[in-house]
């Protein structure tokens, strides 16, 4: 489960009579964060870096755009209105969509460049072109038909793609497409990621080409043993009785197996994934030379992670790390093989903070590349000439990231130098070779800047400087902005719990201010963060509240002595740690102590009802907005995970849930959900709405129809935020 909330943005503090933010205006375009970019890639040759961008007329309409770094033009490489005016979409692109959280865009979502950069991959809206750098407003048409999930091969004799469940190649040198899988239909699928693999592992592909293009992994699943459940999708004009395979807690999960294919034979073999079927299939990669193919096997359970390797040839495999854990072993995506060396790196939080070390392909520990009280986000890139990892970290400030270079030989281990340097949050993507970066750099007072960069962080030249001056689609607001402030306070057993404060427009010291209360709460996720935030926010602060925000025991991007607190009882220590905050709150002189309330989405929904049972002569009102109510309701691997086996921990799970703590709800509560949510299944909403009722609860209810988890849409979303500020307004009013 992820965070889900709808725009990003936020500055701070400002005169009385400087222009303030309107929910319309949140909402309508330009974007008030300037014209930002996604999916930045530096092309093969260095020449170029390449991005998405959203029209001035409509920021979700993407285009394909490049920066050309020989003579610093921009331009629009591809238009998407051009390519396809009507977008169409499958229902199961729809569904992708949403496990994504891109159901709000149109038009390019993804591209992918050929091996020599002379060429594009670019999908939408089920078809798929071909884009000569040379000639881009001459995109070619390669394949049609609901085309999912396609790719360039290594060496860029072939493009692949799935259609109807099945995996094909096109060899571009003929124009001859191949189907390689025959079976895939009903429960059957083919080089895809199943239903968790997509919304928890973070699986957006199930097919894997050696780098010599030689042969293609594919997951193949079977879906038949999870149990069907028979849900309505309420819309405006119609109701849809949709049948989806969704497994519980504790239910049985897809049946899934590794097979190798050949592209030009279509020759299969199956690979042996161990006696228990009843494991997930969580990676899979190729070793540099492409002789070995290499997998991650996660046990049900979740304690132990293998990573395993398959001879190509004969199919022989060993076992060549083991990751073991009391509570879970975290998946990442870090295995990186060297191309100079029999050797990869591989991630692992078995120190109680994720770092890196470096093997030898028998799977023998060489050395840590990195050490420390301090922790890795992920790899960045390799450059081996040069003997360099560069890595995305929070070493500096928890609340910062910032990129760092580590010596590939573990020689600056507990030393790494930082090559970005403004504090706040900065997103970097480099090309393969490492020699070239986009550093994408942000903080509360700072729109989005896109930069293209040395390794050592130096400037080459910016891609969006974005500067914030009187033009920008914010400039109208920037006197108005309020600055964040971020501090610390103690959790109950000693861990450091950050947080995030606004103080209201025309700040007064001696006045008493009502709270808005911003929680998430949930593994995987991040709250409080030194980066350009939330427009509501900054919204909410200029109608006069303050804005918290607290990361509390469970949240992302910390040691696992602080998200291992949460393992088998969700909700305990979460609560505990918004509490004390609450605590905290209270005890500051221009907090009305008497009225604050609390809002929360998703993971959040689920703290905001937990929160008014625990609290509610503490907290004065609550906003849940698809919140999970029960947790046996909710997906297998990321439950699981969390909280075991239903019948292995059954008062957990009991106590967990929100009903064992209703009797405390008191406080005036809205509870808003979309009517075809297939993450969080509108059915923990109408439970709750049951349970209320037959406490003789009276709440307030506002369903969407047609709407999935994120109520994604311009319009739904206006008309959401303005939900929560009229409630918050109703029951907490203005400053005293």
């Known amino acids: 489960m992820r965070f889900i909330l709808c725009f990003l943005a936020a500055l701070a503090g400002g005169p009385a009579a400087a222009e303030r933010l309107t929910l319309d205006r949140i909402h309508a375009d330009p974007a008030l964060g300037g014209p930002g970019v996604r999916n930045l890639k530096v092309s093969p040759d260095g020449a170029r870096v390449t991005f998405l961008r959203g029209r001035d007329d409509n920021q979700f309409q993407l285009d394909l755009w490049e920066f050309n770094l020989k003579n610093g033009s921009t331009q629009r490489l591809v238009d998407s209105k051009v390519l396809v005016p009507d977008e169409q979409l499958s229902d199961a692109e729809k569904a992708r969509r949403e496990r994504e959280r891109t159901s709000s865009l149109k038009g390019i979502l993804s591209y992918s460049w050929s091996p020599d950069g002379k060429q594009l991959l670019v999908p939408i809206a089920g078809n798929l072109y071909l884009v000569d750098i040379a000639k881009p407003d001459q995109a070619r048409l390669v394949a049609a038909g609901n085309v999912y999930d396609p790719k360039i091969s290594p060496k860029g004799r072939y493009v692949s793609f799935v259609r109807q469940q099945n995996l094909y190649v096109i060899e571009l040198a003929t124009g001859k497409e191949r189907q ?31 780098p010599d293009d030689s042969a293609i992994a594919y997951k193949r699943y079977d879906e038949a043993p999870v149990p069907v459940v028979r849900r309505f999708e309420i819309f405006a004009d119609r109701t849809d009785v949709v049948e989806q395979r969704y497994p519980a807690a504790g239910d049985a999960n897809a049946l899934v197996q590794l097979m190798i294919v050949s592209p030009t034979t279509g020759e299969q073999r199956k690979v ?3 006696a228990n079927q009843d494991i997930y299939l969580v990676r899979a990669d190729w070793s540099a030379n492409a002789k070995a193919l290499l997998f991650q096997r996660q046990s049900r359970d979740q304690k132990t992670l293998e990573l395993v390797s398959v001879d ?47 093997y030898d392909l028998n799977g023998k520990l060489l050395h840590a590349i990195s050490r420390g009280e301090w922790g890795i986000d992920n790899v960045l890139a390799v450059d081996e000439k040069a003997g360099k990892v560069f890595v995305a970290s929070n070493r500096d400030a928890v609340i910062d990231k910032q990129t760092y270079a580590l010596a590939l030989d573990g020689s600056t281990a507990d030393a ?10 900065h997103d970097s993507a480099f090309a393969r070779n490492g020699e070239v970066f986009v550093d994408t750099f942000s903080d509360p007072d700072t729109p989005p800047q896109v930069s293209v960069r040395r390794p050592d962080g130096s400037m080459i030249a910016w891609l969006e400087h974005n500067e914030l001056d009187a033009k920008h689609p914010y400039g109208a607001y920037r006197d108005a902005h309020l600055r964040t402030e971020y501090g610390s306070l103690k959790a109950k057993d000693g861990q450091t719990l950050y947080y995030s404060l606004l103080k209201p427009s025309n700040f007064n010291q001696f006045k008493k201010y009502p709270v808005y209360l911003s929680t998430y709460g949930g593994p995987h996720a991040q709250h409080v963060a030194r980066k350009w935030g939330n427009l509501f926010d900054q919204y909410m602060a200029q109608q006069g509240f303050v804005v918290f925000r607290l990361d509390n025991r469970g949240s992302f991007r910390r040691e696992r002595a602080f998200t291992d607190a949460i393992y088998q009882h969700l909700g305990r220590h979460e609560i505990e740690d918004q509490l004390s905050g609450i605590e ?23 703290m905001t009802l937990r929160l008014l049972a625990a609290a509610s002569d503490k907290i004065a009102m609550g906003v849940s907005v698809a919140p999970v109510t029960d947790w046996s309701l909710y997906d297998t691997h990321y439950t699981e995970q969390f909280m075991g086996l239903p019948k292995e921990n059954v008062e957990g799970y009991r106590d967990s849930g929100v009903y064992a703590h209703l009797d ?3 406080s005036p509560l809205l509870l808003m959900h979309g009517m075809a949510d297939d993450n969080v299944l509108f059915t923990n909403t109408t439970r709750m709405i049951d349970a209320l009722v037959k406490r003789n609860v009276h709440f307030e209810l506002m369903t969407y129809p047609g709407a999935k988890h994120g109520i994604s849409g311009r319009g739904p979303q206006r008309h959401v935020y303005g939900n929560i500020e009229a409630f918050f307004k109703k029951h907490l009013g203005e400053a005293k």
């Open 180 to 210: 390689l899988t025959s079976d895939g239909a009903g429960t059957v699928h083919n080089g895809e990621a199943e239903f968790v693999a997509q919304e928890e592992m973070g699986q957006r592909t199930g097919y894997y080409w050696a």
């Open 272 to 274: 042996d994934l161990g």
């Open 664 to 666: 405390g709800l008191k």
């Open 416 to 425: 790494p130098k930082r090559i970005t340097q403004a504090d706040g949050w």
């Open 312 to 358: 190509a040839a004969t199919l022989a495999q060993r076992v060549l790390i083991t990751e073991t854990s009391k509570t879970w072993v975290s998946i990442h995506d870090d295995l990186r093989f060297l191309g100079g060396r029999e050797a990869f790196i591989w991630a692992s939080e078995r120190s109680g903070r994720n770092h890196l070390y470096l």
């Open 584 to 606: 905290w709150l209270g005890k500051q002189s221009f907090v009305d102590a008497k009225r604050i309330g609390v809002f929360g989405w998703s993971y959040g929904g689920y």
